[in-house]
């Protein structure tokens, strides 16, 4: 079967391999393994296997059967854990797939003393853990992560993704100043990508105004307010011209991630289940907690709507929580599709305008709170516009917002 002429499909490379393995399984149980993961997904439909779960099972079973002293039996059994892990997550089985991914990062340790490189399996045992809320172990691992990688500089493109995550579980544990630093780092970073055409003006935008986020949030609005200014700076110079070259959708995906990370504090309490790791791409995220964070999607928009029939009779009870819920739902529906499509913009643009009128109601009717909750309704829409490429408007937003804090020069 294997030496006949046509293309081969993965049931049947699985059938021979399961031969092979059992009269020569040097070389072909490291090929079985892989193959079982092939199977274990339908290429043809996108879609998991029917039997998926027990594929990849299978696919670990067998990499673990490969002779310790085959070199390439660590990369084969690190693959087969990581496939299975997804599907375990996927079915609920949440403790297993952890102790898989503790399994990756033993593996990556070991090979990462061979070879000096980083530890494989950091990043996905750091999600891990936070979304289990181990706040300060995730932190410690994305500390470890990030001071193997960082002098190596932003040049594979992967540094700032993990910047994001680092800075998330810092502030997910608590440790502030660590926190403020590891953002300063990537506002730097990105400040440098920025001016040698390295990378999207957007991203350091969007970093600025994470940061002066996370400043108010620690109670240094002074330095915050500095920070708003160094954007709208920025952001005045470039709303005539827009970026330079095409970045692709890179600096959408980094806009969303911001995004999730913002609206995380707005939705705590968390959740009767695990909460995404609020810097952390979706792609990183496990499958069940995913879904769980994007179902919740159809929920808020009925409680959303029941809550603004409440709040036109009563906006002293319920004006409020409208805005913060409407403001769970934006955000969550903008990770949702940006994550999906390059059109997202068309499918959350309501959002963001109807979360800015929301935002006005309660500034007329309370402006002591209100009026800084509409100028930060304003920003997320600011980013939005950036997002978009729509600059005119993202600036338009940005200064109307400096405006209710205070700041216009």
Not at 279 to 297: H, L, M, T
Request: one cysteine or more.
């Amino acid at each position: 079967m294997l030496l006949a002429s046509g293309r081969r499909t993965p049931r049947e490379e699985v059938d021979a391999y399961r031969v092979l393995a059992q009269v020569s399984p040097a070389a072909y149980l490291p090929l079985l393994a892989n193959a079982l993961q092939r199977l274990s997904y339908d290429t043809s439909r996108g879609r998991p296997h029917p039997d998926s779960l027990a594929l990849c099972e299978e696919a670990v079973a067998v990499a673990r059967a490969v002779d310790t002293a085959e070199t390439a039996r660590a990369d084969v059994l690190y693959e087969a854990l990581n496939t299975c892990q997804r599907e375990l997550y996927a079915v609920g089985r949440r403790a297993e797939g952890l102790s898989m991914r503790a399994e990756m990062l033993a593996i990556g340790r070991a090979q990462a003393e061979l070879s000096g490189a980083p530890v494989a399996g950091l990043s996905k045992w750091a999600a891990g853990l936070s979304e289990e809320g181990r706040y300060a172990e995730a932190a410690d691992a994305m500390t470890e992560l990030v001071a193997a990688i960082l002098p190596h500089g932003p040049a594979s493109g992967g540094l700032a993704w993990s910047l994001l995550e680092w800075i998330a579980a810092l502030h997910d544990a608590g440790r502030s100043s660590e926190a403020l630093a590891a953002f300063e780092t990537l506002v730097s970073m990105e400040a440098a990508e920025a001016a040698n055409g390295r990378g999207p003006i957007a991203c350091h935008l969007y970093s600025l105004i994470g940061y002066a986020q996370m400043l108010d949030a620690y109670g240094r609005g002074e330095q915050a307010a500095l920070v708003r200014q160094e954007a709208l700076a920025l952001l005045t110079e470039w709303a005539d011209t827009g970026e330079r070259k095409s970045w692709s959708s890179y600096e959408a995906s980094f806009w969303a991630v911001l995004m999730s990370f913002s609206g995380a504090d707005g939705e705590r309490p968390a959740s009767d289940g695990p909460r995404p790791p609020s810097g952390a791409a979706p792609i990183e995220w496990s499958p069940d907690a995913k879904r769980r964070y994007f179902d919740s999607r159809h929920v808020l928009r009925d409680e959303v709507d029941t809550l603004a029939a409440r709040a036109t009779e009563d906006p002293d009870q319920y004006l409020a929580e409208l805005v913060r819920l409407h403001r769970v739902l934006t955000v969550r529906s903008a990770v949702y599709w940006e994550h999906r499509t390059h059109l997202f913009a068309e499918r959350v643009r309501s959002l963001f305008d109807e979360g800015v009128g929301l935002a006005r109601q309660l500034s007329q009717h309370d402006p002591a709170d209100g009026t800084r909750t509409l100028a930060r309704t304003l920003i997320d829409r600011s980013t939005f516009y950036i997002a978009a490429c729509e600059f005119r408007p993202a600036l338009d937003d940005f200064r109307e917002a400096l405006g209710y804090l205070g700041e216009v020069n």
